[in-house]
């Protein structure tokens, strides 16, 4: 079975999205190459130049390229311990893995998270801190990363492996992904 060419730069894996995460303004087309903004309103403060969802708006999250997701840490996300919460940690990696795989799929491949393992070594309280994430393997139905979190001064966070599903899309997902962009 011949298989199709990889997805262009930045093309990330969210059900509801179709087009690449963007630093500038754009019309929400994606183009081979070009970088785009998802449409949709930007008045969240708080919403970085290239979230995907919700939640990497209310993040921060903000991708460098598809192996590199950065987020600056401020005070919604600092846990009642006075320190970064390992949720936002968490989803960083989740994120950048997906976003480095979704990379090197096709049109015709979707991914889900099956396991990610984090080891939080440190943390931090200020400043950007920036996820690193690598495919170590990938076959038609398996990806395997490993990522590393550092603080912006290159102290070592946390590293991680994660293992993603690779599979075809399902057709009633795809359906009801339409019927949820369009409010019914």
């Known amino acids: 079975m011949a298989r199709a060419a990889p997805r262009g730069t930045f093309l990330i894996a969210c059900p509801a999205m179709s087009t690449p995460p963007s630093t500038e303004g754009g019309s929400g087309d994606a183009v081979e190459g070009e970088s785009v903004t998802p449409p949709g309103p930007r008045e969240d403060p708080h919403q970085g130049p290239r979230s995907l969802d919700g939640l990497t708006g209310f993040i921060g999250l903000r991708w460098e390229d598809p192996e590199t ?25 989740d994120y950048c893995m997906g976003s480095t795989l979704w990379a090197q799929t096709t049109d015709q491949e979707r991914i889900a998270t099956i396991s990610i393992s984090i080891n939080y070594i440190q943390t ?43 599979f075809p899309p399902k057709a009633h997902l795809e359906d009801s992904a339409v019927r ?3 409010g019914g």
């Not at 997701?69 to 960083?92: C, Q």
């Not at 495919?135 to 293992?163: C, P």
């Open 180 to 182: 949820a962009r369009a």
């Open 124 to 166: 931090a309280t200020e400043g950007d801190v920036i996820c690193h994430s690598t495919l170590n393997r990938r076959n038609r139905s398996i990806g395997v990363m490993e990522s590393e979190v550092r603080h912006e001064d290159g102290r070592l966070l946390a590293t991680a492996i994660g293992s993603y599903s690779i």
């Open 69 to 93: 997701v950065r987020v600056t840490i401020r005070p919604e996300l600092i846990n009642r311990g006075g320190l970064l919460s390992g949720v936002v940690t968490f989803a960083l990696v």
